[in-house]
């Protein structure tokens, strides 16, 4: 490569960690949540008899709130855990004036029954781009 104003040279760089940035370890997605936490975002457990068998977080956004993070349990899945949870933290957003709830998720994927059982449409799409690479083989 020639390094010009137009084409710098790319320098390789060491990185730390696991590929894409995100580790998978319970302890380092604990500490995210909790760094998450110390900036606004709100988390809440769900149980059922002393057991944990979901979790939901949100931010607030302007004139909305932002949920982040909706999980249920496998084992505990079409049981209405979810929309129980949906349903919760629509009231808190209107208890500070909140007038809509959002989120992000991937089409296809289990959410997705959920968040149109209850009610929720699809708001906009995130795109991913790809471009084959010239000269490589497949």
């Not at 302007?62 to 855990?81: A, C, F, Q, T, Y």
């Not at 994927?109 to 000269?135: D, F, H, N, Q, T």
Request: net charge negative; hydrophobic share 40%.
């Amino acid at each position: 490569m020639v390094e010009d104003e137009d084409h710098p040279i790319l320098r390789p760089q060491p990185v730390e960690g696991p590929p894409d940035g995100h580790s998978t370890a319970a302890a380092s997605w604990v500490e995210l949540e909790r760094r998450k936490c110390e900036h606004g975002m709100a988390c809440y457990l769900a149980e059922i008899d002393g057991a944990t068998v979901g979790a939901i977080g949100h931010v607030r956004g302007e004139g909305l709130l932002r949920i982040k993070n909706l999980v249920v349990h496998p084992d505990h899945r079409r049981r209405s855990i979810g929309s129980a949870m949906l349903s919760q933290v629509a009231a808190l957003g209107r208890e500070i004036g909140l007038g809509e709830q959002c989120l992000l998720a991937v089409r296809g994927e289990v959410g997705e029954l959920l968040y149109r059982a209850v009610g929720m449409r699809v708001a906009g799409a995130v795109v991913e781009w790809s471009k084959p690479i010239a000269g490589a083989q497949p």
